[in-house]
């Protein structure tokens, strides 16, 4: 018998080999960009060297007849290359500007939409769902397909006020990480407890340790070992679900989804922010999720036709104030928007000032 | 004889829309009768109960290749008929592979449709481009053909990802391979930060993942302050520079208003002022690298020369204990010589022997060092103390300061040298 092949622990690959020849010549060298339409960025180097790039949306998990034939775009119009963004949007270099409108033109009808740069709406980013997912509340492509048909206005053309950059996720991790809007699973009753299962799937004192609560104790159920919750102190979070699958916490009916607003990354003007809660309690319906898109488009309309140019989601809920925010999206503001964490005092409003 | 696709009500409606549709894509797969078509037909089979039943019906499990600990995300179906079999056979091992891009996620056509043969031949033909973490996803593989299509794909010069307790797939911004404000060489960083910690990435070992983020300026276009347990930020700690006649045709442009509206006034330390001869005066000092007046005047403004990165520690989202941001630890460090690259490099393992000594399980960076506390992290890996720590100084009183007079000298100590 052969010895077995061992990997070659190669780690990450050096980028250069497959990288745009215009980018490598210009590595480190660029002077300023433009966007001459929305899709479309302009890149000029020091030299005098200028790349168009040209942004499409596409699906993320994607057949590879769909990959051969954004390949094949790129061998025909744009030198043989391409690259990804880091919310699955593809990119083409073209260093010859007669090249854009016939590249754009190709994309367009194979039903891939030219945009997400500027002050669009970007593609959703998120993760896997029902699709893949171990442990998921709902399906993420799905729903960033039914909400990017919606959007699409919005992906291709520079409208808003600023960027506006979402995410979904079907879980408490939340994979899909933080946006100016985020739709979330938040699942709102206990896990459910298939006793029979506890004690020869989990480690137990592993799962009394993930919870945020210590709602989570040993016991003994119809003489096996297994682990109960304290209902009243459980926050539903769903941390004890991926080590302990007997606890089930996804609910057809009670897993709902939130959604949140306000997640920054950009250190521009304001520091980074955390999204912050503002709508709950919407159902989870495949294969559409059209409550949950009222929501989205309506807290984008109020956003669009209110913040000031520049301003993000959150720095515009900032600046008319949160009673504002609710008032101007018809949200209703509840209790379960006051932070009760630890550290939450810090969100209260701990001053006299107050909009009228 | 090839499976039958089974009806399926709810995914069709996925199909319609301006959007392209990866229901469409998978049907694809499903009908034009390749290896990988049944394996597709029961994932749609499944995926359709689930939107049925709003259930997910995937488990872990154990795959992985010879010789790596890690990488590979095992998926077995858990949709049992009444005798305990498969609903969905096809598709019963439906494992992801997770691999590194090259820093920066570019390709040639050559090297994408050479993945897609690879994932013709073993896997389903579903590759996502590319999950959160960085990886290409390439979904739905037995597992009895992971190892060959990893062999493949090795011999490619492709390398499997971070999955589970260990050092996570890294990601760097398109940075001074396109954009004029990077700050540092963003994919030389992430590269060799990552495979310098191979092991730990393929062997995983820690108490929970660590992932590096390089972004080459404050716009930080890789989320990874909120999301990286070592965060890197291109900056510059000399003057930015103004091209004062490109900012003049700015003003004269845009007008007054909107300059004075979206760029001066929208300077988060009023470093900014616009001069009675439409030149524009910067207060160096003050300025915190924000990004916002060089995104906005890009022909005008740019960072200075004098470039470094900042690093924070720390991010990642809710479970357990909250959200966190990551908080800096190195307000400005060079990087341009093979030295200023093995400073960093030291430091990232000394973080990483720290974590991996100190966290317990499950707990990332960010929780640790809430649980012990800055200073003893700063201490545990040597690194002394810095107002740019901070957003403000300590608030309550509830510290032993005997040490005072020994702390400041150290200050001064440091100042001087």
Redesign the interface.
């Known amino acids: 018998m052969n010895a ?12 250069f ?4 020849p215009t ?2 010549a210009n ?2 060298q ?5 966007r001459p339409r929305p899709g479309v960025l302009h ?1 000029v180097a020091k030299g005098g060297d200028q ?1 168009w ?1 040209v942004r499409a ?12 034939k954004l ?1 094949d775009i ?2 025909e119009f744009a030198d ?7 919310r ?1 949007n ?1 990119e083409y ?1 073209v260093s010859d500007e007669s090249k854009v409108t016939p590249l754009i033109e190709k994309l367009e009808s194979e ?3 030219i945009g997400g740069t500027g002050n669009s709406i970007s593609m959703i ?3 896997q ?11 993420a ?2 729903a960033v ?2 909400l ?2 919606e959007l ?1 206005h919005d992906f291709t053309h520079e409208e808003m006020p600023n960027r506006v950059r979402m995410t979904t996720s079907c879980c ?7 946006g100016d809007i985020a739709i979330n699973i938040q699942h709102t009753k206990p896990p459910k407890i298939n006793h029979d299962l506890v004690a020869n799937v989990c480690e137990r004192p ?1 799962v009394v ?4 609560v210590a709602a989570i104790r040993p016991a003994m159920v119809n003489g096996k070992p297994s682990l109960e919750v304290d209902e009243k102190k459980c926050v539903a ?1 769903g ?1 004890c679900f991926p ?1 302990c ?1 007997p606890m089930q916490i ?1 609910d ?2 009670h ?1 709902k989804l939130a959604i949140w607003v306000g ?1 920054k ?6 520091k ?1 922010t ?1 999204h912050k809660l503002v709508a709950a309690g919407l159902p ?1 319906n ?3 999720w059209p409550e949950v898109a009222e929501v989205v488009k309506n807290i984008l309309k109020a956003y669009k036709d209110d913040a ?3 301003e993000r989601m959150g720095e515009w809920a900032e600046r008319i104030g949160w009673p504002r925010f609710f008032e101007k999206t018809g949200l209703p503001f509840t209790k379960y928007h006051i932070d009760n ?3 939450g005092r810090v969100n209260l409003n701990a001053s006299a000032h107050i909009r009228f | 004889m090839a499976k039958k696709l089974q009806d399926t009500p709810m995914l069709d409606q996925l199909e319609s829309g301006p959007w392209p549709s990866f229901i469409t894509g998978l049907k694809r797969l499903a009908n034009d009768g390749k290896g990988y078509s049944d394996m597709v037909v029961d994932l749609l089979g499944q995926l359709e109960t689930s939107y049925q039943t709003k259930k997910g019906y995937w488990k872990g499990g154990t795959v992985g290749v010879i010789g790596y600990g890690g990488g590979v995300i095992p998926r077995f179906t858990e949709l049992m008929d009444e005798n305990k079999k498969p609903m969905f056979p096809a598709a019963a091992e439906f494992h992801t592979l997770r691999i590194m891009p090259p820093a920066g996620m570019h390709y040639d056509t050559a090297t994408i449709r050479k993945f897609c043969d690879i994932w013709e031949k073993y896997g389903s033909g579903l590759i996502a481009f590319h999950g959160q973490s960085g990886d290409i996803m390439f979904q739905g593989c037995t597992s009895d053909n992971v190892q060959p299509a990893f062999d493949e794909l090795n011999e490619m010069g492709f390398d499997l990802g971070g999955a589970g307790p260990a050092v996570r797939t890294g990601m760097s911004c398109v940075g001074a391979a396109r954009c004029e404000h990077s700050c540092t060489d963003e994919g030389r960083a992430m590269r060799m930060l990552v495979n310098a910690f191979l092991d730990d990435m393929h062997r995983p070992a820690l108490p929970y993942k660590f992932k590096f983020k390089v972004s080459g300026c404050g716009n930080d276009c890789m989320n990874s302050i909120q999301r990286a347990d070592m965060s890197m930020i291109g900056t510059w700690r000399d003057d930015m520079k103004v091209d004062q006649g490109e900012f003049k045709n700015y003003v004269e442009t845009k007008g007054r208003k909107w300059i004075v509206d979206n760029v001066i006034t929208r300077c988060p330390t009023q470093a900014l002022s616009l001069n009675e001869d439409d030149t524009l005066d910067v207060k160096n000092s003050d300025c915190v690298r924000c990004m916002h007046c060089i995104n906005v005047l890009t022909k005008a403004l740019s960072p200075g020369d004098d470039k470094g990165i900042s690093i924070l520690v720390g991010g990642k989202r809710t479970l357990k204990i909250g959200d966190l941001m990551g908080t800096v630890i190195v307000p400005f460090m060079k990087l341009d010589t093979d030295e200023d690259y093995e400073k960093l490099e030291e430091l990232a393992g000394e973080m990483i022997d720290f974590f991996a000594e100190n966290a317990l399980e499950h707990e990332r960076t960010g929780e640790m060092i809430e649980r012990i506390g800055l200073i003893n992290f700063l201490e545990g890996i040597g690194l002394d103390v810095d107002p740019n720590m901070v957003t403000q100084p300590r608030s309550n009183p509830y510290i032993r300061m005997d040490g005072w007079d020994e702390e400041a000298k150290k200050w001064f100590e440091r100042k001087a040298g």
């Open positions: 077995p092949r061992m990997p070659i622990e190669s780690g990450v690959p050096d980028p080999p497959y990288m745009h980018l490598k590595y480190g660029w002077a300023w960009h433009d890149h790349v790039t949306g596409t699906q993320r998990q994607m057949d590879v007849h769909t990959i051969r390949m790129a061998d043989g290359y391409v690259r990804f963004t880091i699955s593809i270099m039903g891939f939409p980013s998120h993760t769902g029902f699709l893949h997912c171990d442990i998921p509340g709902t399906d492509s799905g397909k039914a990017m048909d699409h408490q991790i939340n994979c899909g990480g933080q592993s340790a993930r919870c945020p979070c941390a080590p699958p996804n057809p009916e897993s997640g990354n950009s250190n521009a003007r304001s980074p955390f989870n495949p294969p559409r000031k140019d520049y964490w630890r550290g």
